[in-house]
């Protein structure tokens, strides 16, 4: 698995990256693990959330945060300062865990859950679908797309993150896992107070990814923004 660790300087690039990973293993069939950091803050919806509802438009039209859309289902999210990212592009196989959606998902989290268990004094646990939590309290949210040849599957880690930014910047969610019990934002996300550099290598490790110097064609990253990140109609239909 080759290694991509960069984070671009906006947040339509970052997006398109993790795209631009997805359609070269869907090309060549190389799997990836990328990490990134957000350098700003800024609201990504996933794929069919409307942007009216997830998302208070006008707090962030206020403070010039933007508004995004990933390729991915589940739910909306803050990126910010404090918020470690972390994709995997990986080849589709005809059977094992990868082959379904609900498979996927555990197969993943229970690895990177096995990763942060040997930097935490306990192990967080799957909750929902796509968390992983510590307590009750969610601290990693994934999401997944599947192609002909590959899959996409990402998500955040809480390390440092203001969360009444959470609470600032969107609404109660319109779908709320189970465990959830409509606690409030502040009272359902919870840090994890790590440094990131350790929680990379905890998870380089479990994924057995070595260091890559992959190259992104840059006409590939602005293809994208041009059809999906950096356009409205993409990125606020409602």
């Not at 990177?112 to 679908?129: F, Q, V, Y």
């Amino acid at each position: 698995m080759r290694l991509v660790d960069h984070s671009m300087t906006t947040p339509e690039h970052n997006l398109a990256l993790d795209e631009a990973l997805f359609e070269l293993c869907e090309e060549q069939g190389v799997p990836f693990l990328r990490f990134w950091e957000p350098a700003c803050v800024f609201v990504v919806l996933g794929y069919t959330n409307r942007a009216g509802r997830e998302v208070r438009l006008e707090k962030c039209h206020e403070r010039s945060i933007p508004v995004l859309r990933r390729m991915t289902g589940g739910g909306t999210v803050l990126q910010a300062p404090g918020v470690l990212n972390y994709t995997l592009a990986l080849p589709l196989p005809g059977s094992g865990p990868l082959a379904t959606i609900s498979g996927t998902n555990r197969h993943v989290l229970e690895r990177n859950s096995r990763a942060l268990a040997t930097l935490l004094p306990g192990r967080p646990l799957l909750e929902g679908e796509t968390d992983l939590a510590i307590d009750g309290r969610k601290v990693s949210g994934n999401a997944q797309r599947r192609g002909q040849r590959a899959l996409l599957f990402h998500g955040t880690f809480l390390l440092a993150v203001d969360l009444t930014l959470v609470e600032e910047l969107l609404p109660m969610p319109s779908r709320q896992p189970a465990y959830r019990a409509g606690r409030p934002h502040g009272g359902f996300l919870q840090n994890l107070s790590l440094e990131a550099a350790h929680l990379k290598e905890a998870l380089r490790t479990e994924w057995q990814a070595e260091e890559s110097d992959q190259a992104i064609p840059a006409e590939r990253l602005e293809r994208l923004i041009r059809l999906h990140y950096g356009n409205p109609a993409w990125n606020l239909r409602r």
